[in-house]
């Protein structure tokens, strides 16, 4: 059987528009995992492991609702609530692992796919430095879904950085991962763009040898990744980009949506 989980080389780009100006690049890899796959990687791979220290490592707290249950009943359950049905369809989650015992995702995908392939749904599951979660659960459109093209978008329902303020909407544009991962993220307020990210990686395949080279070209790559948002942050602050307030928590951590929608403030 052909092995869907992966790993992704690749980068993330942030590029602010207003008031001022600012954009970064850094390096990260990131491991498509199916979640039907992890035991038998666990099992097969020595540098890597689910719910135990390794020089990589994916655990199940770290994502969801933080409880460690398994996340397929979770998502499951989320995407119950969106009327969203895939059977026994596989859902595969972009996340980086811990390194060294150590992460911080500022954002991870579910791909939700039906039984014959096609994506059915994502899940966006966003994590601030404040240490609140937020998942976003959108359908993909019916036109969209054998392309595996993904054209979303969703209020902004999480606190993420201090240097934004919650009138925002996310559109998202990209394909579920194949030979290269794409995916765009645009934040928009009233004045049009005003953030995106992109994140873009080639596949890899996943074995201990990728594992490690991978882990050799970045190093302690979680801890910079934090290391980096508080960086920028302070970069910010001294352009004179203004603090906003931050607002109470969000009254469930999740959004769940019936139908895929384009942004209220794209023009």
């Known amino acids: 059987m052909t092995q869907a989980s992966a790993l992704y080389r690749g980068g993330v780009m942030h590029r602010r528009l207003r008031p001022r100006a600012h954009r970064l690049n850094y390096r990260v890899f990131w491991l498509l995992l199916d979640l039907a796959e992890i035991d ?30 398994p996340l397929r009943p979770q998502i499951e359950a989320l995407l119950a609530r969106a009327g969203i049905e895939i059977g026994d369809g596989p859902v595969r989650l972009l996340t980086m692992p811990r390194v060294f015992g150590y992460v911080f995702n500022p954002i991870s995908l579910y791909y939700c796919h039906h039984g014959d392939g096609r994506l059915g749904a994502m899940v966006y599951e966003v994590t601030s430095t404040f240490g609140q979660r937020h998942a976003y659960v959108i359908p993909a459109p019916d036109e969209d879904q054998a392309a595996g093209l993904i054209r979303q978008g969703a209020a902004k329902a999480l606190y993420v950085s201090p240097f934004m303020g919650m009138e925002m909407d996310y559109a998202f544009r990209g394909h579920a991962p194949g030979a290269r991962l794409d995916m765009t993220i645009d934040g928009l307020d009233a004045e049009g763009l005003l953030i995106t990210a992109v994140m873009s990686g080639e596949r890899r395949t996943l074995q201990d040898r990728t594992l490690c080279s991978a882990a050799l070209a970045l190093p302690l790559m979680t801890l910079k990744v934090t290391a980096a948002i508080h960086w920028e942050a302070l970069k910010l602050w001294l352009k004179g980009v203004r603090l906003t307030r931050r607002p109470p928590p969000a009254s469930e951590p999740v959004t769940i949506q019936r139908r895929a929608r384009e942004s209220r403030f794209a023009r």
Do not use: I, P, T
């Open 40 to 69: 038998g990687l666990d099992q097969r791979l020595r540098l890597f492991s689910r719910n135990r220290f390794n020089l990589l490592s994916f655990h199940d707290r770290d994502h969801g609702d933080g409880s460690g249950a």
